[in-house]
């Protein structure tokens, strides 16, 4: 467990970093750094939340808010196993022009 905190906590950051300026943003790049979006590891958990709320936190549905609206980060909701919050970080990471704020 600690070997995955550390995961999280040293590399994530460093593998990221890059050297990007608001003047190399677009106009739409920028508003959408505003916004941090509700996201949970475990598509498990996701599909009880559809189910009880009026909003979606489904995988396809952050990955399109990256896409379309370059958001600025995601915020994990509820429990989950670390490497499955290891394996969506990765990816959500891999598909955004701009790092995301975790």
């Known amino acids: 467990m600690k070997q995955y905190l550390y995961y999280l906590i040293i590399f994530i950051p460093c593998q990221l970093f890059t050297h990007i300026t608001l003047d190399q943003l677009t106009l739409d790049q920028?508003?959408?750094q505003l916004f941090m979006v509700a996201a949970v590891a475990d598509e498990e958990i996701a599909?009880?939340?559809?189910?009880?709320k009026s909003y979606?936190?489904?995988?396809?549905?952050i990955e399109q808010l990256i896409k379309e609206y370059h958001i600025g980060g995601i915020i994990y909701l509820?429990?989950?196993d670390i490497l499955?919050?290891?394996?969506?970080?990765d990816y959500f990471q891999s598909i955004s022009s701009i790092?995301?704020?975790m």
Not at 56 to 61: A, G, H, Q, S
Request: aromatic share 4%.
């Open 30 to 32: 920028k508003i959408g």
């Open 56 to 61: 979606r936190l489904d995988k396809e549905y």
């Open 78 to 80: 509820g429990k989950s």
């Open 84 to 89: 499955k919050q290891i394996k969506r970080t």
């Open 99 to 101: 790092p995301l704020l």
């Open 47 to 52: 599909h009880q939340c559809i189910q009880r």
